[in-house]
């Protein structure tokens, strides 16, 4: 918020619980993602209709509104217009010609598979050049965490395995001073899970610009044990705003 606000933005978040339906119908349960998604158009029916840009800090999320969502409501004008309206977080200021405060700092950064699909890395990379940042894109494909499928009772080591291909040895190389860019909530996790370090979003990098943060997030681990698989619930993060 205090990013898009110095941007000039009025941002207003949706005072219910939103979800993009992705872990129930990544499960087949079809019927429950669509009250979901359903339960998201009423509520944000009135800034639908006036054309206000939906803001999404999860690619997965994101992509749900740009794609899934047309084939689970293909002949409703509120979904087709929804779908129109859903923008990332870099992508939206990318769009407005947002220029950014400088930041002096190498990054390596990891696209989150969902947006290397469809939506694209290009105006995250512009961003990270006009602020100044060396950014390094890595051609690292999938992070392995994919969503819960990491989690789950048998997968945990095809995950690491998938982490331990491209992107984990190039996070483990990665000066201290150096910036791990994931905006994909699961791969931040994998590289909390299997390094020393940890992940920031786009939207923490423009923050640290701006000054409201000094520094990344300190390295932390977490204590990552399988487990039997299941659906967790996964809450869409939307921030709904105008220009000023």
């Not at 200021?93 to 699909?117: F, M």
């Amino acid at each position: 918020m205090e990013v898009l606000e110095a941007a000039g933005c009025y941002v207003a978040i949706p005072d219910r619980v939103l979800c993009c339906g992705r872990p129930l119908y990544d499960y087949g349960m079809l019927p429950r993602a669509k009250q979901w998604l359903r339960r998201t158009l009423d509520t944000l029916g009135p800034e639908i209709d006036a054309g206000t840009p939906v803001i999404f800090l999860e690619p997965s999320c994101a992509a749900v509104f740009r794609d899934e969502m047309l084939n689970l409501f293909p002949n409703d004008p509120a979904a087709a217009r929804l779908a129109s309206q859903a923008v990332l977080f870099d992508e939206y200021l990318h769009r407005t010609g947002y220029r950014p405060p400088r930041l002096e700092r190498r990054a390596i950064v990891h696209g989150h598979c969902h947006r290397k699909a469809i939506m694209g890395m290009q105006p995250a990379q512009d961003t990270l050049s006009g602020m100044g940042v060396s950014a390094e894109l890595l051609d690292s494909g999938c992070c392995g965490m994919a969503g819960s499928f990491g989690f789950e009772s048998g997968h945990y080591d095809v995950s690491a395995k998938v982490g331990e291909h491209a992107l984990l040895p190039r996070v483990r190389r990665a000066p201290q001073d150096t910036l791990i860019i994931a905006d994909g909530f699961s791969c931040r996790e994998q590289i909390a899970q299997l390094t020393d370090r940890r992940g920031v979003h786009m939207a923490e990098v423009l923050a640290m610009a701006l000054g409201r943060r000094h520094a990344a997030p300190k390295p932390a681990r977490l204590d990552w044990k399988p487990l039997a698989a299941g659906v967790a619930a996964a809450f869409l993060t939307a921030s709904v705003f105008r220009r000023l």
